[in-house]
């Protein structure tokens, strides 16, 4: 069985952390280095949820695109939500390791995973990497829909192939607009618009998205907004990372357990349509 160090170097050669943004807070947060592996879990947030599954399922690492300290702390004391997550891994001997804006951009990263699971054909990054000659990694993706279709249709489509979540899927733009070029992003993209504008896509598909940023937008193009929560836009990359690490220990002979976690960690529970009209 390989020792974490040996998996924790894996998962950095496919997500070098020096490619994470200042601001992030990728790596491995809790582990010995010379303890054994033989199970590992993927999932996106290091809730204390995922890691009483991760207890269960009898894991040695967890694997979160989500950091679990994103800014400095000055305790882990097991009164504090985020501390009580730090006491059950290490009680239980579980390594935690993030990948966060590393895997934004890697090649494949999680628009790619996201692109996938809506079964469209990526042409580029939206964002290119400078720094990468090929082309290949960056932020975002541009897409191809093959065969065209509606907003309305596209927008069902990644209703059905994404995780359900209570917010579902929010449409912004002429639902009878065709749509043949998609620019995705994984998590919160409203930051991303002068890209999407410039790339000339007919719609775009991410999370979060805020009420002026969105409406600006719509006034400033027709360009459709496909609005999905931001849990569920980054959840087919455990699926992506899962296989890439089974690869992996398929061809080291690690025999390693590899799981994707199905707890849904979206913080929102439920939706109602609204039904009133304004005053």
């Given at each position: 069985m390989p020792r974490l160090s040996e998996v924790i170097a894996a998962l950095d050669a496919l997500w070098p952390p020096e490619r994470a943004e200042e601001w992030d807070a990728v790596g491995t947060v809790c582990g010995d280095p010379d303890a054994e592996v033989t199970r590992v879990l993927f999932a996106v947030d290091p809730v204390q949820d995922v890691v009483d599954e991760a207890v269960t399922l009898g894991a040695d690492l967890l694997v979160t695109h989500h950091p679990l300290y994103l800014r400095g702390t000055t305790t882990v004391a097991a009164g504090h939500f985020k501390g009580r997550v730090v006491h059950t891994l290490i009680r239980n001997g579980i390594a935690l390791h993030v990948a966060h804006t590393n895997a934004d951009t890697a090649d494949p990263g999680v628009s790619d995973a996201l692109a996938g699971a809506l079964d469209l054909r990526v042409v580029r990054p939206l964002v290119p990497d400078p720094s990468d000659p090929a082309g290949h990694r960056g932020l975002g993706r541009v897409c191809e829909v093959d065969p065209p279709e509606t907003l309305r249709e596209f927008a069902a489509r990644a209703a059905r192939r994404l995780p359900p979540t209570a917010q579902g899927i929010r449409v912004a733009g002429d639902p009878d607009a065709t749509v043949r070029t998609?620019?995705?992003?994984?998590?919160s993209g409203d930051s991303l618009f002068d890209q999407v504008r410039a790339a000339?896509?007919?719609a775009f598909l991410t999370a979060d998205l805020r009420h002026h940023p969105a409406s600006e937008a719509t006034q400033h193009s027709p360009l459709g907004l496909v609005d999905a929560a931001?849990?569920?836009?980054?959840?087919?990359?455990?699926?992506?990372?899962?296989?890439?690490l089974d690869e992996i220990s398929d061809r080291h002979g690690w025999d390693l357990r590899v799981h994707v976690s199905k707890t849904v960690t979206d913080p929102w529970s439920a939706h109602h349509?609204?039904?009133?009209?304004?005053?």
């Open positions: 998609v620019a995705v992003s994984g998590g000339g896509v007919d931001h849990w569920a836009t980054e959840w087919p990359w455990c699926e992506q990372a899962a296989a890439q349509d609204s039904s009133g009209a304004p005053n």
